[in-house]
């Protein structure tokens, strides 16, 4: 078992920065690749970006030219840096992380994001 927990979500105003960490613990060995999910108010959860062990990122095309997924594959965590945030960004984001050979994701509980006006 893999346990992300995710962390530095908060109320931030329109045009503001978040950066979100997920850090891994459990049966860390061999993690693959990460995803960042958001679920906001009265809408389905999406993929906002995800990243390979090998560095490859994926964005929604709302994430595109405002966030960044990264990660630290020594300390088993992934990092989404969230820049000119709208108040369309406002959700819970989840963290997802993926044994490399495997097809089962791990979630973490999530961190609220809100971004006023």
């Known amino acids: 078992q893999v346990q992300p927990v995710e962390s530095g979500g908060g109320l931030v105003q329109s045009g503001g920065s978040l950066r979100l960490t997920c850090a891994a613990s459990g049966s860390v060995y061999g993690l693959g690749s990460w995803g960042w999910y958001r679920q906001a108010p009265g809408k389905q959860r999406e993929l906002v970006a995800s990243?390979?062990?090998?560095?490859?990122?994926s964005y929604a095309d709302s994430a595109k030219g405002r966030f960044t997924v990264s990660t630290d594959n020594a300390k088993k965590t992934a990092f989404l840096q969230m820049n000119s945030l709208e108040p369309e960004d406002t959700g819970v984001y989840y963290c997802t992380v993926r044994k490399l050979g495997d097809t089962r994701d791990y979630w973490g509980q999530g961190t609220q994001v809100t971004v006023s006006l």
């Open positions: 990243i390979t062990r090998g560095g490859t990122t």
